[in-house]
């Protein structure tokens, strides 16, 4: 007689988890919600032209203030308002120009970091609740091997422990990928920062060998 062959789906294999997979599923929605939108709102802020501060530094050269602003106008990125806010700010020192650009870098860093905080929480969390469903599965087995009395069922052991590794499953892999979306984040924000503080530097030159009578 041939052996039946039992098989699940991921979706079977999922509802086997309990209500605590219910949550993870929440979790997972909400780290590709905020990824898709971070990733979404840091590319953007890195779109600019290669060849911008060269523009700016020609427009300033020839004494063309207006046209210099109007140029980081043109762009909405943390690197054009920066540039913007330096050129507003010309005729102070160069530690006050500094400033006055890093002060807006610092607003736009922090908008482009918000949220990314709860996908860390979740990379943390996702995990501990899996663990947690093990906990409460491995919980339901004994109670129900406990309640059996002497007529102990295998079935009744082996559902909870079941349901105790499908949520330790869930949780790893709603866990692992959003700490691999979390520092993937991280490392796109870092590159940014990179290229403000490269553009704050630019400035600075730029305004340092900007002819004064052009002004």
């Known amino acids: 007689m041939e052996q039946e062959v039992m098989s699940y789906s991921l ?3 999922a509802s086997k988890g309990g209500w605590l997979m219910l949550v993870l599923l929440a979790l997972s929605v909400l780290a590709i919600y905020i990824f898709g939108k971070k990733i979404w709102m840091i590319s953007k802020a890195g779109k600019i ?3 911008f501060m060269n523009d700016i530094q020609d427009q300033l050269n020839e004494g063309n203030i207006k046209g210099a602003q109007m140029l980081c106008q043109k762009y909405d990125s943390p690197i054009a308002r920066m540039v913007e806010k330096g050129i507003e700010h010309r005729r102070k020192s160069a530690t006050e120009v500094q400033a006055a650009m890093e002060n807006i870098g610092n607003v736009e860093v922090a908008r482009l970091e918000k949220g990314l905080s709860g996908l860390a929480t979740i990379a943390g969390g996702a995990p501990m609740i899996g663990f947690l ?3 409460t599965g491995m919980v339901k087995a004994f ?3 406990a309640n059996s009395g002497n007529n102990v069922d295998i079935s009744l052991l082996s559902g909870g422990i079941y ?4 949520t330790t499953v ?3 892999i709603v866990g692992i990928i959003a700490y691999f979306a979390y520092n993937f984040l991280v490392g796109r924000m870092n590159s940014l920062t990179a290229s ?3 553009a704050t530097a630019d400035m600075l030159d730029i305004l340092e060998a900007m002819p004064k009578n052009k002004e």
């Open 49 to 51: 032209d290669r060849y």
């Open 163 to 166: 349901e105790a590794m499908i």
């Open 143 to 145: 109670f129900n091997m």
């Open 170 to 172: 869930g949780g790893l």
């Open 196 to 198: 403000m503080d490269s």
């Open 11 to 13: 979706l079977e294999m």
């Open 133 to 135: 469903g093990t906990v």
